[in-house]
């Protein structure tokens, strides 16, 4: 019975690893290949699923114009389902079975802070294309890069708003637990003490929840001016709407991820008055670059809005094959090639759809500024527009108005 | 035909391709795919230890698991606890919370004691998302330190930080708990065990102290499982309140059921089966495009417990009877 | 005058109202035929689902009370077929583990198929009130919660009339409290079970048509429905449909009083931590119900 069983077990890993042997061949040297991280499952996926449009247009792009050395660019994806320890099996995978060069896309600031460690640990360059956590770009890793901004240059415009036009004397925090939403938390909770603005509640919740009520009838008894609130799309639609049906009204500020196609078409009109910091390229016709984007993006996908993902995505992978060009060559030894790429990024310094991109010291990218915006109503349809500074500024602030009071 | 010499060649020849596998086969991703079956190995035997020797019913299991990885993750990084020392003390901490679990089990049976142990792994995965001072939440604890390196007598230092290296830490362990699970299910403990499983109150009728077996065996239960945890712990050095989560556990008795329920060797074959099929099966998302790999396991599932009972050691043991 | 704790009390008794619907048909199913179903849940997210798609072709108030039927009846036949062919043909032959199994086999199966054909990006089923809010004297909600509530109270009223008024509903009743001698009776129990089952998911799927409609729909909304009606019917004794009603309202407010009160990060763990307390103190819950062994 002994021997039955040891046969049993062998043969059950011969089957397994013959079928696992079809899929373990090297990738063939060319097309080369560009390892993209993202949540493509999950209440996240959709956004992935936005970077992904941007990235794919910008592949595209490249290929019809011949490519990179004259051999196509191909993306491969690992899917990290938002969660830190899928996030660092789906990068491991990407960095030895399929043995990319270089690491890009990623969105989720806990899982990134997880892959980017991987990434400096196999000396593998990667360049983090939408998480706004300060700790990803602050640990002195050298092959770790960044083209979002951080949460504090994120948060920057809006703490400058808050102090200098709004100055309000309460606050409550209604945040996301997870790194995106604690940092944020940290940031604000500091620009509250510094201008005197007393801190009602600190009230959280899980990605994946619905249910709101609870933490937004507590908000409506606290009567806070201001209410931050760090969430992602799905969540934050259904925080506006269920704001609505308990007929809570409050000045809602949030980084800005979350003014997405989505989100619009969740929640409608009710998200009047909401707030963020936004790099919708759309708020930025007047750069002729932009605007070239914006077309481009639009003819592809059918009139599909670029909203902030996909312009992320976009300048994502052509920062990356712009630096994997300025090596001049790609050797076909892994390391060296890597490296040389490492090197390449340092130097970057390319217009795109966000704007500037260069890198500091760290990898962090300083130059694209993002501005704070609220959601006005043009037409009966939501809309962003930049509020402050006065120079940037599209429209001027709106007052929250009571439920009863509003037009639509 | 002599059958002895012959099953002590084949245990040989076994025992030496698995010692020899990843260096038989080189590929990294391929050695990372055997430790994790190793370390999958170690839980779900302790899982079906539970269910499949035992009669209980556990579906919190996940939880023995990840307080066994989080234990050892933060006393080595609060406390510095050389990480050798910390997989015996997770696996410790998990056998202290087997206790929690232990004692309902001695009034409750399959339905009422399945649900108290969702309920007693759901808490803990929210204690562990939520009491973020100790355990940073659902950020998960990252940069856990690896096993130790060990200085040999002639110098050489052997890391455990590859996929390599550290298989054979996996392995060695699987191996030692395999043998000592068998030596505990053919041992009178073992019988009591089973006997228990068959017919509880016929057995206490003949004097086993059922309720004694029952903490005994959920904390023999939880230690190795917390043990496994904290292999994973040092070997991932990343982990998250996931690992509590009540999918972890379903994949555990998935495992258990298509290898063969109550067998010493069903989860050994359920947990190299399920974990490489993992892999082999991506390719049929360049199919399909889309991931059907769960839809398969659940259709699996429920198609091994309607025709295939006793799993895939079942079918080859019925052969063997015929 | 609006009042915090009255209105997380009202908060409490709309969201119990619709666990209500999900655990009377999951103890019910398990007082008739013993089957604890862990994929109880995915019928309630069958149910939105369907109400999901019928709302694309019909909108408005039409649509969401032709979803509701529509709901129902999609997920009643999926219920005979799971009945008939899953796990009526288990009941004689294995052991309530295997059922246990067979039954997390099959929520597996269906939350990935799910996730594989309706995609993982939440939906929401269209409110036709959109989203306007009332304001009663000491508390605010919406009207589409208002009509939840009263939906779900009507159709529990619609229970109980059918389960004391009419043969069938006598029937299951006899067959729930001792099904040999329902048999020697001559109640065909084979029929018993099917529609005892197949009412049970069409409970589950209306009141997944509610829950998606007050919260969102996406293809792992099944799980935390279906603990929580586990829940529910341990805490009103498994079989007891009267307890599961109770249950219900008692769980909704505990869980909005506790996380408004104690802890907001914890308010999922009430449920669990009151199945734990009830099956330690009192194994056959506050109304008692079937004993545990």
Not at chain 1, 257 to 283: D, H, I, N, R, W
Not at chain 2, 147 to 155: A, E, Q, Y
Request: one cysteine or more.
């Amino acid at each position: 019975m002994v021997k039955r069983s040891w046969m049993v077990w062998m043969a059950a890993m011969v089957i397994c690893f013959s079928l696992m042997g079809n899929h373990s061949q090297l990738k063939a040297a060319e097309p080369f290949s560009i390892g993209i991280l993202g949540p493509f499952t999950g209440s996240l996926a959709f956004n992935a699923e936005e970077m992904k449009k941007g990235m794919m247009l910008a592949v595209d792009e490249v290929n019809a114009k011949g490519g990179v050395f004259g051999r196509k660019v191909e993306l491969i994806y690992g899917d990290t389902e938002a969660k830190p320890d899928k996030g660092v099996a789906a990068v491991k995978k990407l960095i030895t079975r399929d043995k990319v060069l270089v690491v890009g896309g990623g969105y989720a600031s806990s899982v990134n802070i997880a892959t980017t460690e991987v990434c400096q640990n196999e000396k593998v360059p990667i360049v983090v294309a939408i998480a706004i956590s300060p700790t990803i770009t602050n640990r002195g890793f050298d092959y770790v890069f960044r083209t979002s901004p951080n949460s504090p240059q994120f948060l920057s415009g809006m703490n400058d708003w808050l102090e200098k036009v709004k100055k309000p004397k309460t606050v409550a925090f209604l945040m996301e637990n997870t790194d995106y939403g604690r940092d944020g938390e940290k940031i604000w909770s500091a620009q509250s003490k510094k201008i005197g603005a007393k801190e009602l509640a600190h009230l959280y919740f899980e990605i994946g929840d619905t249910d709101f009520t609870t933490q937004i009838s507590k908000l409506k008894e606290l009567k806070p001016e201001v209410t931050f609130n760090i969430a992602s799309t799905t969540e934050a639609a259904l925080i506006q709407k269920q704001a609505k049906e308990l007929n809570f009204v409050t000045q809602w500020i949030g980084v800005g991820g979350q003014f997405t196609e989505a989100y619009f078409k969740m929640c409608g009109t009710v998200c009047q008055y909401a707030m963020g910091s936004s790099l919708e390229p759309t708020l930025a016709m007047k750069n002729p670059i932009v605007a070239d984007f914006v077309k481009r993006y639009e003819a592809k996908y059918q009139k599909a809005r670029p909203g902030i993902f996909s312009s992320q995505g976009y300048d994502n992978i052509m920062v990356i094959i712009d630096a994997i060009k300025r090596t001049g060559k790609l050797t076909g030894d892994l390391q060296k090639d890597r490296d040389a790429i490492r090197d390449a990024l340092r130097k970057t310094s390319i217009e795109l759809s966000q704007g500037k991109i260069e890198f500091d010291k760290n990898g962090q990218v300083y130059t694209v500024v993002p501005s704070p915006v609220q959601v006005h109503i043009v037409d009966g349809k939501p809309q962003l527009s930049i509020i402050y500074p006065p120079d940037r500024a599209g429209a001027a602030y709106q007052e929250p108005l009571p439920w009863g009071k509003r037009k639509i | 035909m002599n059958q002895k010499p012959l099953k002590f060649f084949a245990t040989i020849l076994g025992i030496i391709l698995v010692l020899a596998l990843p260096f038989i086969i080189q590929d990294r991703y391929f050695q990372h795919l055997l430790v994790l079956s190793g370390i999958f190995i170690i839980l779900t035997s302790s899982w079906n230890l539970l269910a499949g020797f035992s009669g209980l019913l556990n579906l919190g299991h996940a939880a023995f698991y990840g307080i066994g990885g989080y234990a050892s993750a933060l006393l080595a990084l609060k406390l510095g606890i050389s990480p050798w020392i910390g997989l015996p003390l997770g696996g410790i901490t998990s056998s202290i919370f087997g206790i929690f679990l232990g004692i309902p089990s001695f009034r409750l049976s399959g339905p009422y004691l399945a649900i108290t142990t969702i309920g007693f792994s759901e808490i803990l995965r929210l204690v562990s998302m939520n009491w973020v001072d100790l355990t940073r939440g659902s950020l998960g604890l990252y940069g856990i330190p690896p096993l130790t390196s060990i200085k040999l007598w002639n110098g050489m230092v052997i890391k455990f930080i590859s996929e390599q290296n550290f298989y054979y830490v996996v392995i060695i362990s699987a191996s030692l708990i395999l043998l000592i699970i068998k030596r505990l299910i053919d041992s009178e403990f073992g019988i009591s065990l089973k006997s228990m499983r068959e017919d509880e109150m016929g057995s206490e009728s003949i004097g086993i102290d059922t309720s004694r077996y029952k903490l005994t065996v959920f904390m023999i239960s939880a230690f190795l499982a917390g043990f496994a945890g904290a292999l994973y712990a040092h070997y991932v050095r990343l982990i998250s309140p996931e690992m509590l989560s009540l999918g972890e556990t379903f994949t555990i008795l998935t495992m258990v059921m298509i290898g063969g329920l109550g067998t010493l060797y069903g989860p050994v074959v359920g947990a190299v089966m399920l974990t490489f099929l993992s892999e082999g099966l991506r390719f049929l998302e360049d199919i399909v495009k889309l991931d059907i790999r769960f839809v398969i396991y659940g259709a699996l599932l429920m198609v091994t417990i309607i025709f295939m009972r006793n799993g895939v050691v079942g079918l080859f043991r019925k052969k063997s009877q015929d | 005058m609006e009042s915090l704790f009255l209105q997380q009390v009202f908060n409490g008794i709309i969201v119990g109202s619709v666990y209500c619907l999900i655990a009377i048909g999951l103890t019910m199913i398990f007082g008739v035929m013993k089957i604890a179903n862990f994929a109880h849940g995915d019928f309630s997210m069958l149910g939105a689902y369907f109400a999901i798609y019928f709302l694309l072709l019909i909108s408005g108030w039409v649509g969401w009370i032709g979803a509701l039927i529509i709901a129902g009846i999609g997920v009643g036949l999926i219920g005979l077929l799971v009945e008939r062919f899953l796990f009526r043909p288990l009941l004689t032959r294995w052991t309530d583990i295997d059922i246990i199994m067979v039954s997390i086999g099959l929520f597996i199966f269906l939350e990935n198929g799910a996730r594989l054909i309706f995609g993982t990006a939440p939906k929401m089923i269209a409110d036709p009130f959109h989203s306007q809010g009332i304001n009663l004297l000491f508390f605010s909600t919406s009207m589409i919660r208002l009509l939840c509530f009263f939906f779900s109270v009507v159709m529990i009223i619609f229970l109980q009339m059918f389960l004391t008024k009419t043969k069938m509903g006598v029937a299951i009743r006899a067959t729930s409290q001792n099904r040999n001698a329902s048999l020697l009776m001559g109640i065909n129990i084979n029929f018993i079970y099917s529609i005892t089952f197949v009412v049970g998911s069409v409970l589950a799927g209306l009141g997944g048509v509610l829950y998606g409609t007050i919260f969102a729909v996406f293809p792992m909304m099944g799980a935390m429905p279906t603990l929580k009606a586990f829940a529910i019917t341990i805490l009103g004794g498994m079989g007891n449909i009267r307890g599961a009603i109770f249950g219900g309202f008692i769980l909704g407010i505990a869980e909005t009083l506790g996380g408004n009160y104690i802890s907001m990060q914890y308010k999922n763990a009430i449920g669990f931590i009151i199945i734990i307390l009830v099956l330690l103190i009192i194994p056959q819950g506050l109304f008692g119900g079937r004993q545990n062994k």
